[in-house]
Nanobody, 129 residues
Framework: QVQLVESGGGSVQAGGSLRLSCAVS????????MAWFRQAPGKEREGVAT????????DYADSVKGRFTISQGNAKNTLLLQMTSLKAEDTAMYYC??????????????????????WGQGTQVTVSS
């Protein structure tokens, strides 16, 4: 069982930056995939980025490549999402997620919403143009 608590959301103007954090507790040893998802009003939840706990391999949605960076904190019990050059279309509730899967499944094409069993409560990001 994994517990996830996000923080760091807020309001920012287009072009600005924010850093989201996710405090992770519980059993995260082994083949764990960590991820950020987001959900805008009236839209389905979508994957933003993934990182595999062992080795740190990452995957990004095309819409955020080159602007967002997913990483593990120094203490290894924190998941981060550094967001730069924010756009109005990045406005959404952002969720931290975790699932015990093999490395090859820790990519956005395969780590679907239905596959994830551990979710944070979400943190709101609002970007004004």
């Amino acid at each position: 069982q994994v517990q996830l608590v996000e923080s760091g959301g807020g309001s920012v103007q287009a072009g600005g930056s924010l850093r989201l954090s996710c405090a992770v507790s519980g059993d995260t040893y082994g083949r764990y995939c960590m991820a950020w998802f987001r959900q805008a009003p009236g839209k389905e939840r979508e994957g933003v980025a993934t990182i595999y706990k062992l080795g740190g391999s990452t995957d990004y949605a095309d819409s955020v490549k080159g602007r967002f960076t997913i990483s593990q904190g120094n203490a290894k019990n924190t998941l981060l999402l550094q967001m730069t050059s924010l756009k109005a279309e990045d406005t959404a509730m952002y969720y931290c997620a975790a699932e015990f899967v093999p490395r090859e499944t820790c990519v956005l094409e395969r780590l679907t919403v239905g596959l994830v069993s551990s979710w944070g409560q979400g943190t709101q990001v609002t970007v004004s143009s």
